[in-house]
C-alpha cells in the first residue's frame, strides 16, 4: 500500500495528483500489467481523502489507458510494455517474453516467406483488377483460387470439384464454421488428447462437451475410441492425422481406414485439421483421410499458415456435399468473405507454380532442425524424461515425470533464457507435467545450447 | 419429366447416358440453379430402369460438381454459371444476374477504390516489414493501426484508450463476435425493423430470438421500443443511427440520447454498426451513440467497407471495458488475427492523411447521386408509392400499396433490364411491398433512365 502514498499539494486537484502518481507507477514498471488496483474504500482511507477522488482517479487512468475495469472485481493496470514507437512498424516482440533461446514460437520464420516473389505478384493483381481486386468476393471465395487450390488437392490424392472447394480466413476459421453447423448446445466432440487448445476452445463455445480419446505413436487409440463412441454420439471427431498438435504423431494407413470404418460405423463425421502434412519429412506418404473417404464423412481444412505465410489468412476447407450449402452461409455470417485481394495473390503464386519450389525449401531447413532437436534431447535428457520423435511439423512434445510441474520448469528456463511451452492447455483435464518444444525459429547451434541448458535445469529439479 | 427422356443406347451403361443426358440440360441451360431433380423412385420407373441407376447418376452428377445432396431433401441442380475463363481474373459478375441498370448491387464502385496511393503503401510496407508483415498479428489489432484509429475516432468525438479499439475482418465480423459472446439459446436482441438480415442472420444462428422495433424518420418508435423493453429482457439493442440499412433514416440527437436512457433505464446493451456515417451530405452531423455513451453500455461497430474498400475485410470495434478481454477472446477463437499486411497498409493509409480526402471525394460523387434518385423518384413515382428521402448513405427504401409484391415487380423489372432488390428478407416477417434502390453503382443518367423504366413497370401493376 505504501507506493500509493501522496504528499499532496494545493497547485493542483487531489484526483489529478494521485493520477499522476500512480501513471507513473505503472510507467517504471512498479505496478505490473493486471496489478488489482486497492479497492476505493481502502484507498480513500489510506490517503484520507474523500471516495469521490480515488473514482475520479481511477476514472481516468481508464480513460487514459492505464487501467481496466471489472464490474464487481476492481480496477487493474495496463502496463502496456508493447507500446512501441509507432514508427517502428514492426511489433512483434513475442508474447510471452524475451528469451535467448525460443522454443515456444510455432509459427514459421518471417525470414522464410517469400516475401519477393509474393510482392511482384501483389503489383501483377492491381495491374490486373484494379480496384476490383478490393471489392466483396464469393462467400465460398474466389473462383479462380478455388480452382487452383481444387488442382494442388490432387496433388493429395483428394480429387473434388471447385463448388466443395472453399476459401476461408485460416485454419481457425474453418473449425469456427464447422461448430456453427455442426455444434449445438450440449453435444459431444471427441477429439485426440492431448489437442490444440484453440479448436478445444472453439467447440467449447458453442457449448459442446469435448471427450479426449488418446493419441498414441500410430493415431488414436481405436479400441478407446470405440468404446465411447458406444457410449457417446458424438457430432464430430475432431482429428490432426499428419503430425498431431502437440504431439507430433502421424497415423499410420491401418490408422486412418479403421478411424473412417468407426465413424462410418458409428453415424459420425470426422473433421480433419491438416496444418503440418506438407512439412513430412520422411519419405513415407499417407494419402489425407480426405483422399481415403469414400463416404463423404470427413470435412477437409487446410490452412496456409504454417508452411507459408499466417498473415494471409487465408486457408481452405473441402465439404462434403451435404453440408456445402451451409457451410458456405455459416462463412457468410461470419465475415461475409475472404480478403480478394489476398486470394488473387495466392492464386496467381499457385499458378506460377511457386508452391511446390517453397514447401521444398523450408522443408529441408525444419526436418534439419528436427533431426538436431531430437539428437539433442537423446544425448541430454535424463532418461526419465520421455518425447517424441516426429517425422514431420514443427514441435516435440515432452513427458517428464509425474511429481514434476512443467510450469515450475519453465519458470527456471525462462531465468536462464530458454523459453517453452507448458502443456496443460493442451488437456482436458490440464495435466501439469508435459511442455512442447518448437523448433521453429531457431538456428541448430541455438537449438542445442537451449537444450543443454533446459536438460541442466530438468536434472537439477529431478535431483 | 419429359425433358428426363433418354433413348437409351447399348454403347455405354446406362446411368452413364443419364448422366451425359443430365449433365448437357444443366450446361444449356434448361434445369436452373438448385432445381430439384426427380426422386431416385420417380425417375426409375418413368425411365424403366433400375434404381441403382439413378442412384449411380446422381452420385456422378454430384461427384463433377453437376449436383448436390441435401439429406432427406432431395437431390440438386448446380448450374455454375459463374464459371468464367480464369485468366480472365476478374469474375465480379453481379449475382443476381446482368442487368443494365443495376439497383441492386450496395457495394461502392471498385473505380473510386484509392488504388494507386494503396499500392504505394503496400509497397511501403513490404520495403519496411518484409516477412513479419505476414506473421500472426495480436488478436486485438496491429498496435499502431489501433492507436491511428483511437485518433481518427476522436474527430467522431470517440475518446476512448487504443485497448479498446479492436481491429476486426470486417463489420459482420463485429456482430459475429459480439453475438459469440453475448447471445445464448433463447435470448432476446431487439433490431430495428426492417433491418440489415446479415446481423439478423448471426444473431439467429446464436439461438436468439429477433424482435424488430419500427424504425421511422427520426429514428426507432422509443414507445414501442419500452413497452417492449417491460416485457422482454434483450441482451441488446441492434442498431444503425447513421442511414439505417436499409431505410436511410438517421437518428435525431433526442432519439439518440433517449434510447441510451431506455437502455440504461432497462439494464440492457447497445450494438451501434455504423456503417455509413461518413457518408452523411447534410451539414447537420450528429455524435454516434458510442460518443455519449457515459455509462459504458455501447458496443461501436465502425466498418470501413462502404466508404473505403470492401476486399480489404477491416473494420473497428469498441468494446465497453468489461467487454475487452471476452470481445477479444472471441475473435481469436474465429480467426485468429485479422491480416497483419493489410493491417500496416491502412494504418499507413491512415498516418498519410489520406483518410479525409477519399471520404470527401467519394461523398460528392454518392450525394449527387442521392439527388438525382430522389428528385428522379419524386417526378415519376405514382403517389400511392412512398420512399425514404436519405440525406447519408446509399440506398432508398420504397413502399408499394400492400397489395402489390415487390418481387413481382422485381422479375417485371428484369425483363426491362432493370435490377432492384426485393426487401422480405429485411423483415421478420417477411413483408412483400418494399424494395430497396440503390444509387451506388451508376452514373446520373442511368440513375434517371432505370427509374423511367421501373416507374412505368410500376404504374402498369397499378392500373
Ligand atoms: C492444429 C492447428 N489447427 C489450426 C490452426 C489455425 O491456424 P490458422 O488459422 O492460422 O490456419 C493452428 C494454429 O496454430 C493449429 O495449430
Ligand atoms: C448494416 C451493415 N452492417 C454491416 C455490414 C457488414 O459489412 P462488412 O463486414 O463488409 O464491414 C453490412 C454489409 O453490407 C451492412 O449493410
Excluded at 495473390?345 to 532437436?373: G, I, M, P
Aim: net charge positive; aromatic share 12%.
Amino acid at each position: 500500500m505504501n507506493v500509493f502514498h501522496v504528499q499532496f499539494t494545493n497547485s493542483e486537484s487531489k484526483y489529478k495528483q494521485l493520477t499522476d502518481h500512480i501513471k507513473s507507477l505503472i510507467v517504471k514498471g512498479s505496478l505490473p500489467h493486471h496489478y488489482k488496483l486497492p479497492s476505493i474504500r481502502k484507498l480513500s482511507t489510506f490517503l484520507n481523502v474523500n471516495n469521490v477522488t480515488i473514482v475520479n482517479c481511477y476514472k481516468t487512468l481508464e480513460q487514459d489507458g492505464y487501467a481496466y475495469t471489472i464490474h464487481g472485481s476492481g480496477t487493474f493496470v495496463i502496463a502496456d510494455n508493447n507500446l512501441i514507437d509507432t514508427n517502428e512498424g514492426y511489433s512483434e516482440s513475442t508474447v510471452f517474453g524475451d528469451v535467448k533461446y525460443d522454443f515456444i514460437t510455432s509459427s514459421p520464420s518471417p525470414t522464410f516467406f517469400p516475401v519477393k516473389a509474393f510482392k511482384g505478384l501483389l503489383n501483377d493483381v492491381l495491374e490486373r483488377d484494379g480496384g476490383f481486386a478490393f471489392n466483396y468476393q464469393e462467400a465460398g471465395g474466389y473462383l479462380p483460387l478455388r480452382q487452383s487450390l481444387r488442382e494442388l488437392l490432387k496433388g493429395y490424392k483428394i480429387n473434388v470439384p471447385h463448388q466443395y472447394v472453399h476459401i476461408i480466413s485460416g485454419g481457425q476459421q474453418g473449425l469456427d464454421i464447422i461448430a456453427k453447423t455442426l455444434l449445438s448446445e450440449g453435444d459431444f466432440v471427441f477429439t485426440e488428447e492431448p489437442c490444440y487448445p484453440g479448436a478445444m476452445a472453439t467447440f467449447s463455445s458453442r457449448g459442446a462437451k469435448t471427450v479426449g480419446i488418446p493419441v498414441r505413436n500410430k493415431g488414436m487409440d481405436l479400441q478407446i475410441l470405440e468404446d465411447r463412441l458406444k457410449k457417446f454420439n458424438p457430432k464430430f471427431i475432431y482429428v490432426m492425422p499428419d503430425f498431431q498438435s502437440p504431439t507430433g504423431y502421424q497415423y499410420d494407413l491401418a490408422h486412418r481406414r479403421k478411424l473412417l470404418d468407426l465413424a462410418s460405423k458409428y453415424n459420425t463425421l470426422i473433421v480433419e485439421d491438416d496444418h503440418f502434412s506438407d512439412l513430412n519429412y520422411s519419405i513415407n506418404k499417407i494419402p489425407p483421410l480426405k483422399a481415403l473417404d469414400t463416404e463423404n464423412i470427413v470435412i477437409y481444412i487446410k490452412s496456409f499458415s504454417k508452411v507459408f505465410m499466417p498473415g494471409l489468412r487465408l486457408a481452405l476447407l473441402v465439404a462434403p456435399p451435404i453440408f456445402n450449402t451451409p457451410l458456405i452461409e455459416a462463412k457468410q455470417f461470419s465475415d461475409i468473405s475472404t480478403s480478394g485481394f489476398l486470394q488473387r495473390a495466392f492464386d496467381l503464386y499457385l499458378r506460377k507454380d511457386l508452391w511446390q519450389e517453397h514447401v521444398n525449401k523450408v522443408k529441408k531447413v525444419y526436418q534439419s532442425r528436427c533431426l538436431t532437436t531430437i539428437s539433442a534431447l537423446e544425448k541430454r535428457l535424463p532418461s526419465s524424461v520421455m518425447f517424441t520423435k516426429p517425422t514431420g511439423g514443427l514441435c516435440v512434445w515432452i513427458q517428464l515425470p509425474p511429481h514434476i510441474c512443467a510450469d515450475d520448469i519453465a519458470n527456471l528456463a525462462k531465468q536462464h533464457g530458454v523459453g517453452i511451452l507448458p502443456g496443460d492447455d493442451f488437456f482436458i483435464d490440464r495435466k501439469q507435467n508435459f511442455f512442447r518444444l518448437s523448433f521453429t525459429t531457431m538456428a541448430e547451434k541455438d537449438i542445442e545450447a537451449g537444450i543443454e541448458i533446459l536438460a541442466s535445469i530438468i536434472k537439477g529439479t529431478l535431483k
